[in-house]
Protein backbone atom coordinates (compact mmCIF):
# COMPACT_ATOMS: atom_id res chain seq x y z
CA UNK A 1 0.00 0.00 0.00
CA UNK A 2 1.10 3.47 -0.51
CA UNK A 3 0.54 6.30 1.56
CA UNK A 4 -1.61 9.07 0.53
CA UNK A 5 -2.82 12.49 2.03
CA UNK A 6 -5.79 13.36 1.13
CA UNK A 7 -7.31 17.26 1.34
CA UNK A 8 -11.17 16.69 1.52
CA UNK A 9 -12.82 20.84 1.14
CA UNK A 10 -16.93 21.26 1.45
CA UNK A 11 -17.87 23.29 -2.03
CA UNK A 12 -19.49 26.60 -1.04
CA UNK A 13 -19.50 25.22 2.44
CA UNK A 14 -21.93 28.50 3.95
CA UNK A 15 -24.08 29.17 0.95
CA UNK A 16 -24.43 25.20 0.67
CA UNK A 17 -26.01 25.10 4.00
CA UNK A 18 -28.30 27.57 3.27
CA UNK A 19 -29.65 26.04 0.45
CA UNK A 20 -30.52 23.11 1.90
CA UNK A 21 -32.36 24.83 4.27
CA UNK A 22 -33.89 26.64 1.56
CA UNK A 23 -34.17 24.39 -1.45
CA UNK A 24 -36.04 27.25 -3.32
CA UNK A 25 -32.57 28.73 -3.33
CA UNK A 26 -30.96 26.49 -5.56
CA UNK A 27 -29.43 27.67 -8.45
CA UNK A 28 -29.87 31.33 -7.32
CA UNK A 29 -26.91 33.81 -6.35
CA UNK A 30 -26.85 33.50 -2.71
CA UNK A 31 -24.84 35.87 -0.17
CA UNK A 32 -24.05 35.32 3.47
CA UNK A 33 -22.32 37.98 5.16
CA UNK A 34 -23.30 40.00 8.30
CA UNK A 35 -27.18 40.36 9.44
CA UNK A 36 -28.17 39.56 5.71
CA UNK A 37 -29.00 43.01 4.89
CA UNK A 38 -26.64 44.58 2.20
CA UNK A 39 -27.55 48.18 2.72
CA UNK A 40 -25.88 48.18 5.97
CA UNK A 41 -21.75 47.67 6.51
CA UNK A 42 -20.32 44.01 6.55
CA UNK A 43 -18.36 41.78 4.36
CA UNK A 44 -19.36 38.46 2.62
CA UNK A 45 -19.06 35.21 4.35
CA UNK A 46 -19.36 33.41 1.53
CA UNK A 47 -20.99 33.68 -1.90
CA UNK A 48 -22.94 30.83 -4.00
CA UNK A 49 -21.05 29.76 -7.03
CA UNK A 50 -23.58 31.30 -9.06
CA UNK A 51 -23.08 34.83 -6.92
CA UNK A 52 -19.31 34.33 -7.88
CA UNK A 53 -20.06 33.94 -11.56
CA UNK A 54 -20.76 37.95 -11.08
CA UNK A 55 -17.27 38.64 -9.19
CA UNK A 56 -18.92 38.61 -5.81
CA UNK A 57 -16.44 36.70 -3.39
CA UNK A 58 -15.52 36.15 0.41
CA UNK A 59 -14.21 39.07 2.24
CA UNK A 60 -15.77 41.61 -0.20
CA UNK A 61 -17.89 44.42 0.95
CA UNK A 62 -21.93 43.60 1.49
CA UNK A 63 -22.87 46.45 -0.88
CA UNK A 64 -20.37 45.73 -3.38
CA UNK A 65 -21.26 42.19 -3.57
CA UNK A 66 -25.01 44.30 -4.03
CA UNK A 67 -24.07 46.27 -6.78
CA UNK A 68 -22.11 43.63 -8.63
CA UNK A 69 -25.39 40.76 -8.46
CA UNK A 70 -28.16 42.65 -7.43
CA UNK A 71 -30.14 39.61 -8.19
CA UNK A 72 -28.54 37.87 -4.89
CA UNK A 73 -30.46 36.53 -1.93
CA UNK A 74 -28.33 38.01 0.89
CA UNK A 75 -28.50 35.92 4.32
CA UNK A 76 -27.42 36.75 7.51
CA UNK A 77 -24.55 34.07 9.36
CA UNK A 78 -25.45 31.40 11.34
CA UNK A 79 -22.49 29.78 13.16
CA UNK A 80 -24.55 27.87 15.11
CA UNK A 81 -25.42 25.77 12.20
CA UNK A 82 -22.55 25.55 10.28
CA UNK A 83 -21.24 24.06 13.37
CA UNK A 84 -23.78 21.77 13.33
CA UNK A 85 -23.33 20.39 10.04
CA UNK A 86 -19.22 20.78 10.10
CA UNK A 87 -19.35 18.03 12.86
CA UNK A 88 -21.58 15.58 11.19
CA UNK A 89 -19.45 15.82 8.29
CA UNK A 90 -16.10 15.48 10.51
CA UNK A 91 -17.80 12.53 12.18
CA UNK A 92 -18.46 10.85 8.34
CA UNK A 93 -14.84 10.88 7.54
CA UNK A 94 -13.77 9.45 10.53
CA UNK A 95 -15.69 6.34 9.91
CA UNK A 96 -13.20 5.48 7.67
CA UNK A 97 -9.75 3.78 8.34
CA UNK A 98 -7.53 7.22 7.88
CA UNK A 99 -6.36 9.67 10.31
CA UNK A 100 -8.13 12.96 9.87
CA UNK A 101 -7.22 16.58 11.20
CA UNK A 102 -9.58 18.65 10.76
CA UNK A 103 -8.71 22.42 9.64
CA UNK A 104 -11.45 24.35 10.15
CA UNK A 105 -15.58 24.39 9.26
CA UNK A 106 -14.87 23.14 5.92
CA UNK A 107 -12.21 20.74 5.64
CA UNK A 108 -9.82 18.49 6.34
CA UNK A 109 -6.75 16.09 5.53
CA UNK A 110 -6.67 12.12 5.95
CA UNK A 111 -3.87 10.42 5.50
CA UNK A 112 -4.50 6.93 3.70
CA UNK A 113 -2.84 3.58 2.85
CA UNK A 114 -4.39 2.87 -0.21
CA UNK A 115 -3.29 1.72 -3.74
CA UNK A 116 -6.64 3.37 -5.06
CA UNK A 117 -6.74 6.78 -3.59
CA UNK A 118 -9.36 7.87 -6.40
CA UNK A 119 -11.48 4.98 -5.06
CA UNK A 120 -10.85 6.16 -1.62
CA UNK A 121 -11.76 9.87 -2.61
CA UNK A 122 -15.01 8.95 -4.26
CA UNK A 123 -16.12 6.74 -1.45
CA UNK A 124 -15.56 9.58 0.72
CA UNK A 125 -17.61 11.85 -1.54
CA UNK A 126 -20.52 9.55 -1.79
CA UNK A 127 -20.36 9.41 1.74
CA UNK A 128 -20.93 12.60 2.67
CA UNK A 129 -23.33 13.53 0.35
CA UNK A 130 -25.28 10.48 1.73
CA UNK A 131 -25.10 11.58 5.62
CA UNK A 132 -25.29 15.34 4.75
CA UNK A 133 -26.38 16.34 1.34
CA UNK A 134 -23.71 18.25 0.72
CA UNK A 135 -20.69 18.13 -1.71
CA UNK A 136 -17.35 17.86 -1.54
CA UNK A 137 -14.27 18.34 -3.53
CA UNK A 138 -10.85 15.59 -2.60
CA UNK A 139 -7.36 16.70 -3.81
CA UNK A 140 -5.08 13.65 -3.65
CA UNK A 141 -0.86 14.17 -3.40
CA UNK A 142 1.97 12.64 -1.92
CA UNK A 143 2.23 15.46 1.09
CA UNK A 144 -0.03 18.32 2.03
CA UNK A 145 0.60 20.76 -0.31
CA UNK A 146 -0.23 18.65 -3.03
CA UNK A 147 -3.19 17.76 -1.97
CA UNK A 148 -4.17 21.04 -1.05
CA UNK A 149 -3.56 22.48 -4.42
CA UNK A 150 -5.09 19.48 -6.04
CA UNK A 151 -8.75 20.39 -4.81
CA UNK A 152 -8.38 23.86 -6.39
CA UNK A 153 -7.98 22.10 -9.96
CA UNK A 154 -11.15 19.45 -8.60
CA UNK A 155 -13.44 21.83 -7.78
CA UNK A 156 -16.50 21.66 -7.44
CA UNK A 157 -17.27 18.07 -6.89
CA UNK A 158 -14.79 16.36 -8.18
CA UNK A 159 -11.36 14.44 -7.30
CA UNK A 160 -7.78 15.64 -8.90
CA UNK A 161 -4.36 14.00 -8.28
CA UNK A 162 -1.03 16.21 -7.93
CA UNK A 163 2.14 14.27 -7.66
CA UNK A 164 5.70 14.56 -7.93
CA UNK A 165 5.85 13.82 -11.57
CA UNK A 166 2.91 15.76 -12.45
CA UNK A 167 3.82 18.73 -10.29
CA UNK A 168 5.72 21.15 -13.14
CA UNK A 169 3.07 19.76 -15.64
CA UNK A 170 0.23 21.61 -13.85
CA UNK A 171 1.57 23.99 -12.13
CA UNK A 172 4.86 25.09 -13.32
CA UNK A 173 3.62 28.27 -15.93
CA UNK A 174 1.72 29.54 -12.77
CA UNK A 175 1.95 32.90 -11.20
CA UNK A 176 4.04 32.14 -7.93
CA UNK A 177 0.99 33.04 -5.91
CA UNK A 178 -0.80 30.26 -6.94
CA UNK A 179 1.28 28.25 -4.22
CA UNK A 180 -0.33 27.85 -0.55
CA UNK A 181 1.22 29.75 1.47
CA UNK A 182 2.14 32.91 -1.60
CA UNK A 183 0.26 35.76 -1.15
CA UNK A 184 -0.02 39.01 -3.46
CA UNK A 185 2.88 40.43 -1.67
CA UNK A 186 5.14 37.96 -1.60
CA UNK A 187 4.14 37.34 -5.46
CA UNK A 188 5.31 41.23 -5.74
CA UNK A 189 8.22 41.00 -4.22
CA UNK A 190 9.15 37.93 -6.12
CA UNK A 191 8.20 39.49 -9.17
CA UNK A 192 10.66 42.30 -8.74
CA UNK A 193 13.44 39.60 -8.60
CA UNK A 194 12.10 38.40 -11.71
CA UNK A 195 10.84 35.26 -10.70
CA UNK A 196 6.71 35.51 -12.12
CA UNK A 197 5.89 31.68 -12.42
CA UNK A 198 6.63 28.31 -9.94
CA UNK A 199 9.11 26.95 -12.70
CA UNK A 200 10.69 30.38 -12.04
CA UNK A 201 10.72 30.09 -8.63
CA UNK A 202 11.53 26.36 -8.48
CA UNK A 203 14.83 27.30 -9.97
CA UNK A 204 15.88 30.46 -8.16
CA UNK A 205 19.32 31.08 -6.08
CA UNK A 206 18.90 29.96 -2.94
CA UNK A 207 21.18 32.48 -1.77
CA UNK A 208 19.59 34.72 -3.25
CA UNK A 209 15.78 34.24 -1.60
CA UNK A 210 17.93 33.89 1.52
CA UNK A 211 19.29 37.57 1.23
CA UNK A 212 15.68 38.95 0.30
CA UNK A 213 13.17 37.03 2.27
CA UNK A 214 15.38 35.84 5.14
CA UNK A 215 17.28 32.46 6.15
CA UNK A 216 13.85 30.66 7.07
CA UNK A 217 11.77 32.11 4.88
CA UNK A 218 13.84 32.46 1.72
CA UNK A 219 14.65 28.39 1.41
CA UNK A 220 10.99 27.61 2.32
CA UNK A 221 9.88 29.43 -0.59
CA UNK A 222 12.29 27.31 -3.29
CA UNK A 223 10.90 23.90 -1.41
CA UNK A 224 7.45 25.04 -2.19
CA UNK A 225 7.74 25.79 -5.37
CA UNK A 226 9.42 22.37 -5.86
CA UNK A 227 6.48 20.70 -4.32
CA UNK A 228 7.94 19.51 -1.13
CA UNK A 229 5.27 19.78 1.89
CA UNK A 230 4.84 18.23 5.09
CA UNK A 231 3.45 14.10 5.05
CA UNK A 232 2.39 13.81 7.99
CA UNK A 233 -1.41 13.91 9.21
CA UNK A 234 -1.94 14.78 12.69
CA UNK A 235 -5.11 12.72 14.51
CA UNK A 236 -5.58 15.12 17.50
CA UNK A 237 -8.43 17.51 17.53
CA UNK A 238 -8.55 20.63 15.98
CA UNK A 239 -7.30 23.41 18.43
CA UNK A 240 -8.21 27.32 17.36
CA UNK A 241 -4.93 28.86 17.26
CA UNK A 242 -6.81 32.15 17.97
CA UNK A 243 -9.51 33.67 19.24
CA UNK A 244 -10.98 37.14 18.60
CA UNK A 245 -14.07 39.59 17.62
CA UNK A 246 -14.59 42.36 15.27
CA UNK A 247 -17.41 44.89 14.76
CA UNK A 248 -17.73 46.80 11.32
CA UNK A 249 -19.16 49.99 12.39
CA UNK A 250 -22.36 51.50 10.08
CA UNK A 251 -20.58 55.12 10.68
CA UNK A 252 -17.43 56.08 10.79
CA UNK A 253 -15.25 56.39 13.81
CA UNK A 254 -13.55 59.20 13.60
CA UNK A 255 -12.52 59.86 17.11
CA UNK A 256 -9.31 57.81 18.27
CA UNK A 257 -10.35 58.27 22.06
CA UNK A 258 -13.57 56.53 21.14
CA UNK A 259 -11.44 54.06 18.92
CA UNK A 260 -9.43 52.94 21.95
CA UNK A 261 -12.44 52.25 23.89
CA UNK A 262 -13.79 50.36 21.39
CA UNK A 263 -10.81 48.60 21.30
CA UNK A 264 -10.77 48.13 25.01
CA UNK A 265 -13.99 46.68 24.68
CA UNK A 266 -13.44 44.08 22.09
CA UNK A 267 -10.34 42.59 24.25
CA UNK A 268 -12.17 42.11 27.02
CA UNK A 269 -14.67 40.13 25.26
CA UNK A 270 -12.35 38.35 23.29
CA UNK A 271 -10.66 37.66 27.21
CA UNK A 272 -13.53 36.27 27.88
CA UNK A 273 -13.54 33.59 24.88
CA UNK A 274 -9.96 33.04 25.67
CA UNK A 275 -10.86 32.24 29.41
CA UNK A 276 -13.58 29.72 28.39
CA UNK A 277 -10.58 27.52 26.78
CA UNK A 278 -8.47 27.64 29.82
CA UNK A 279 -5.12 28.50 27.23
CA UNK A 280 -3.12 31.33 27.70
CA UNK A 281 -2.36 33.76 24.57
CA UNK A 282 0.77 35.00 23.66
CA UNK A 283 0.42 37.71 21.43
CA UNK A 284 -2.69 40.40 20.69
CA UNK A 285 -3.33 41.66 16.94
CA UNK A 286 -5.57 44.54 16.06
CA UNK A 287 -6.85 45.28 13.17
CA UNK A 288 -8.14 48.58 11.58
CA UNK A 289 -9.74 49.06 8.84
CA UNK A 290 -9.94 52.60 7.23
CA UNK A 291 -12.82 53.77 5.02
CA UNK A 292 -13.22 53.18 2.33
CA UNK A 293 -11.93 49.35 2.53
CA UNK A 294 -8.04 50.08 3.68
CA UNK A 295 -6.94 46.98 6.45
CA UNK A 296 -3.84 47.11 8.13
CA UNK A 297 -2.64 44.95 11.46
CA UNK A 298 -0.02 45.48 13.72
CA UNK A 299 0.60 43.26 16.88
CA UNK A 300 1.88 43.26 20.55
CA UNK A 301 3.46 40.31 22.35
CA UNK A 302 1.92 40.10 26.17
CA UNK A 303 5.11 39.88 28.91
CA UNK A 304 4.22 36.50 29.69
CA UNK A 305 1.44 34.20 28.22
CA UNK A 306 -2.29 35.01 30.02
CA UNK A 307 -5.66 35.07 30.01
CA UNK A 308 -5.78 38.13 32.30
CA UNK A 309 -8.34 40.75 30.90
CA UNK A 310 -6.50 43.88 31.84
CA UNK A 311 -3.36 42.37 30.38
CA UNK A 312 -4.81 41.43 26.89
CA UNK A 313 -6.45 44.75 26.97
CA UNK A 314 -3.23 46.71 27.66
CA UNK A 315 -1.46 44.79 24.90
CA UNK A 316 -4.65 45.48 22.13
CA UNK A 317 -3.94 49.45 23.03
CA UNK A 318 0.07 48.90 22.70
CA UNK A 319 -0.71 47.97 18.58
CA UNK A 320 -3.29 50.12 18.68
CA UNK A 321 -0.85 52.71 19.14
CA UNK A 322 1.34 51.62 15.85
CA UNK A 323 -1.56 53.19 13.90
CA UNK A 324 -0.31 56.21 13.11
CA UNK A 325 -2.65 57.05 10.17
CA UNK A 326 -5.80 59.11 11.87
CA UNK A 327 -8.19 58.59 8.91
CA UNK A 328 -12.26 57.37 9.68
CA UNK A 329 -12.23 53.78 10.85
CA UNK A 330 -14.87 51.19 9.52
CA UNK A 331 -14.18 48.20 11.28
CA UNK A 332 -11.97 47.30 14.08
CA UNK A 333 -10.45 43.61 15.23
CA UNK A 334 -8.60 42.32 18.21
CA UNK A 335 -7.13 38.79 18.34
CA UNK A 336 -5.11 36.83 20.70
CA UNK A 337 -3.29 34.34 19.64
CA UNK A 338 -2.06 31.32 20.98
CA UNK A 339 0.52 30.41 18.46
CA UNK A 340 1.88 31.08 14.96
CA UNK A 341 -1.12 29.83 12.25
CA UNK A 342 -0.42 29.29 8.76
CA UNK A 343 -2.88 30.93 6.06
CA UNK A 344 -4.36 26.96 5.41
CA UNK A 345 -6.93 28.67 3.18
CA UNK A 346 -10.69 27.93 3.55
CA UNK A 347 -13.62 30.02 4.48
CA UNK A 348 -13.17 32.10 7.87
CA UNK A 349 -15.52 32.11 10.18
CA UNK A 350 -18.07 35.48 10.77
CA UNK A 351 -17.24 38.49 12.10
CA UNK A 352 -19.24 39.50 15.17
Known amino acids: MTQWVLHVDLDQFIAAVEVLRRPELRGVPVVVGGDGDPTKRGVVSTASYEARSYGVHSGQPLRTAARRCPDAVFLPVDKEAYDAVSADVVATLREFDVVVEVLGWDEAFLGADTDDPEALAREIQDRVRTSTNLDCTVGIGQNKLQAKLA ?143 FTQTHGHPLATPTADADAIAEAALAALDWFTDRRPVRLLGVRAEFGRQPDAGGEEAPST
Open 151 to 293: TGFGKPAGVFRLTDQTWYEVLGDRQTDALWGIGTKTAKRLAGMGINTVRELAAADRQELAAQFGPTTGPWLLLLARGYGDKTVESTPYVARSRGRETTFQHNLEDWDEIRREVRDLARRVADDVAEERRNPVRVVVKVRYAPF
